[in-house]
C-alpha cells in the first residue's frame, strides 16, 4: 500500500526507471490531472519496467495504481509534522484542559462561530466559561472568564479597561 508521495517516486524510479526529479514531476501532473503529461510518463513508466522484466500487463496495472494514489498521497515530512502537532495539541487538550481552552478561545477571538464551538467543547469537558466581566476580564482569555475583546463592546484588541474600573 502506498501511503507517501516518497514511495510513489521510489516505485517510478525503481521499477520503472524514471529518474527522481521526473518522479516528482510525475507526481504533480498526476494531481493536477495534466493528462497528457501522465500519459508520457505512464509510456516511459511502461517502456523502462519492461526492461526490467516486469510484464506489460502488471506495469499498467501498478501505474493506474499510481494514478489513484497520486491525487490523495501525502509528502511524509509533512505528514510527520502534522502528526507531531497533532499529538501535542492531543496531549495539552488532555492534560492541561483549561489552559489549552484559554489559548485557543484568544487565538479565535476573531470568529465568533469558532467562539462558540470552543465554548460548547468546554461544557462538554465540564469547563466553565464566565461571560465578560468589566472588573475581572482581561484582553485575552486568562483562563476561566471570556474576554472582553469578544463581547460586542469594545471591537478593539488593544481596548484596556479603565484602571478605576478594575477592582
Known sequence: MMVYQEQVMRILNRVGGIELSSAYRCI???SKKQIDVM?????????????RDL??????ELFDMIEKFAGYGFNKSH????????Y????????FPVEFMAALLSCE???????ADHIDDCRRMQLDVLPPC?????VEFPGARMA???SDWPRSRAWEPPPSRRS
Do not use: C, L, W
Open 28 to 30: 504533480k501532473a498526476i
Open 39 to 51: 500519459q508520457r510518463f505512464r509510456e516511459e513508466f511502461v517502456t523502462g519496467a519492461g526492461t
Open 55 to 60: 510484464p506489460e500487463a502488471r506495469a499498467v
Open 79 to 86: 505528514s510527520t509534522a502534522y502528526g507531531a502537532v497533532a
Open 88 to 95: 501535542q495539541t492531543a496531549y495539552f487538550k488532555a492534560h
Open 109 to 115: 477571538m476573531e470568529d465568533t462561530d469558532r467562539i
Open 134 to 138: 468589566v472588573n475581572h476580564s482581561e
Open 148 to 150: 472582553e475583546s469578544v
